[in-house]
């Protein structure tokens, strides 16, 4: 798994490119929070564009992240999901409580005045 950000305004953006599995899931979570705590961020929006496959450790963990910067009122949302990805949320109805957006000006114009 390969991660990488970018502020924009006060919205840290987040790619992950390859498989969100396994190791590589507890190495995007505390990444997230390492990144959170070094900048004063209004919210996390994370591209998974180049995600082809979540398993449930995974989804598991988003959720995770998305309960803890909820609880530091920290919006998160994902964004560009492929198909594959889009189904395993909506099927565990997690498209109901996660914001998810077609595209990254979707999502940063949620987070932006």
Known sequence: M???HHIEGKVNIITIEGELLGDAVL???TSVFELVQKK????VLVN????MFL???GIGVIVN???KLQQAQI???LFSL?????ESFQITCLDQMIPIYETKEEALANYTQ
């Open 65 to 67: 992240v998305f309960k």
């Open 27 to 29: 190495s995007f979570e």
């Open 2 to 4: 390969k991660l990488s």
């Open 82 to 86: 492929t198909r594959e990805v889009l």
């Open 55 to 57: 398993d449930s450790f």
């Open 48 to 51: 998974l564009e180049r995600i």
């Open 40 to 43: 004063e961020v209004q919210a």
């Open 75 to 77: 919006g998160f949302g």
